[in-house]
């Protein structure tokens, strides 16, 4: 990579985010870190500037439940920022409970995935030799996705199996960007069993703090630095990364009508009120 490439770290605030961008900082890059928390945020800013000795990050201030910050943070960063080198789409939440955003997409849906498409096409003339990094999870045999519709009614809406489509939903996104962008290396990452916040505020949040098989942020993070220090061609773009290895998927699931099937819907859930 460049010296001083461009890093922009979603869900920067804490856990994988933060970690990553503290590495990158390290390794000499230019980052800048999107939160949604501004005591978070300055905070997250504080440890980054630190690991980078004393260079200034970047920041920006977002709610990925509301897409018309998403549009701003992009026209913040296309007017910073002449090149970007790597977009890590990392933000993700999990929502015990069935909610609408102010778009009319349900709110996990659009925090972990169509958000991060959204931004992902509104820098993409920017991003032209650089990379995209998705930070999903391995699928569950179990995990199923209607490309078609994301939105699943609230009468048979439980948290887990949304949160597990939408880790799916950014692996097909990172498929389809390979094939639409083949001048930009889209890839997902697998973080592993990792420690964070994604729960916070729900049960669920027990288990991401306090289970034993757990991993720190920052070895996670470390398991990601080769996605954006390793040459492109060493790389298979459109692939799930997990162990520094690209995965096998199922071709039930993971395949490329899907892929295209998702990203037209996708397409239209974040122009529903352009």
Do not use: C
């Not at 592993?192 to 996670?220: D, K």
């Amino acid at each position: 990579m460049q010296d001083h490439e461009v890093v922009v770290v979603t869900g920067a605030s804490s856990g994988i985010g933060l970690a990553a961008a503290e590495q990158a900082a390290v390794r000499g890059s230019r980052v800048v870190l999107i939160g949604r928390t501004e005591r978070r945020l300055a905070a997250a800013v504080d440890r980054v500037r630190a690991a980078g000795h004393g260079r200034e990050p970047g920041r920006f201030l977002a709610d990925f439940e509301r897409l018309t910050e998403v549009r701003n943070l992009a026209a913040h960063l296309l007017d910073t920022y002449p090149r970007i080198d790597v977009l890590v789409n990392n933000a993700g939440m999990h929502v015990p409970s069935h909610r609408l955003t102010e778009d009319g997409n349900e709110a996990t849906v659009q925090a972990n995935h169509l958000a991060h498409f959204l931004l992902s096409n509104l820098l993409r003339e920017r991003l032209r030799g650089g990379r995209i990094i998705n930070t999903s999870v391995r699928p569950a045999l179990n995990a199923r996705i209607d490309p078609d519709d994301l939105n699943t009614p609230a009468a048979r809406y439980h948290g887990v199996p949304v949160y597990q489509m939408t880790k799916a939903a950014n692996i097909l996104f990172a498929m389809e960007a390979a094939r639409r962008w083949p001048d930009i290396l889209s890839v997902s990452f697998h973080p592993g069993l990792v420690r964070t916040n994604v729960g916070e505020g729900t049960p669920f949040a027990y288990v991401f703090r306090y289970a034993p098989f757990l991993i720190s942020p920052e070895r996670s993070a470390a398991g990601m630095a080769p996605l954006i220090t390793t040459p492109v061609a060493d790389l298979r773009n459109g692939s799930l990364y997990a162990g520094g290895k690209p995965q096998r998927l199922r071709g039930t699931t993971f395949n490329p009508d899907i892929a295209a099937r998702l990203w037209t819907t996708s397409e239209n859930a974040v122009r529903r009120l352009s």
